[in-house]
């Protein structure tokens, strides 16, 4: 399989087009250097037709991203069944980076006006706990006291 090496020719104003890449010379893909970075797509409704996923795999998609903070497991099942499809047509590996949320740690109401400096001890304390000092902060995060050494 052969590449295209092109150039674009452009006036470098921005109010004249560019004009369409011009070819200089088939190449095979032997004599392109070798790519050492990845190209990680991240995948989502936009992205989930078979047909697109063909076309990132065919532009250079290495990892295929997603995002498991939204969507069902089903969801997700079906675009790794497409993204290994698409890896099985285009006779190469396709990574599938699974990408898990973490604990979200949000500080809560605070009344008034708190400045902290540099060496300040703060004190975290369960929302809905009272606040005994000036220095405790509440969070949303039931049991961060437990969690975190």
Do not use: W
Not at 17 to 38: C, G, I, Q
Not at 83 to 91: G, I, K, N, P, Q
């Amino acid at each position: 399989m052969g590449a295209i090496v092109a150039r674009t020719d452009s006036t470098g104003s921005r109010h004249r087009r560019a004009r369409a890449p011009t070819v200089v010379a088939m190449v095979s893909e032997s004599e392109l250097p070798r790519r050492r970075a990845k190209v990680v797509c991240t995948l989502g409704p936009a992205s989930q037709d078979q047909a697109v996923i063909d076309a990132l795999v065919d532009a250079g998609m290495d990892v295929a991203r997603l995002n498991l903070s939204y969507g069902e497991a089903s969801d997700h099942a079906r675009m790794t069944a497409r993204v290994r499809l698409a890896a099985e047509r285009a006779r190469r590996p396709i990574a599938v980076l699974a990408d898990l949320a973490g604990p979200k740690i949000r500080v809560g109401q605070i009344e008034g006006e708190r400045r902290v400096g540099a060496g300040d001890e703060l004190r975290f304390v369960d929302e809905g706990v009272p606040l005994s000092t000036p220095d405790d902060v509440p969070t949303t995060y039931a049991g961060l006291s437990s969690d975190v050494r």
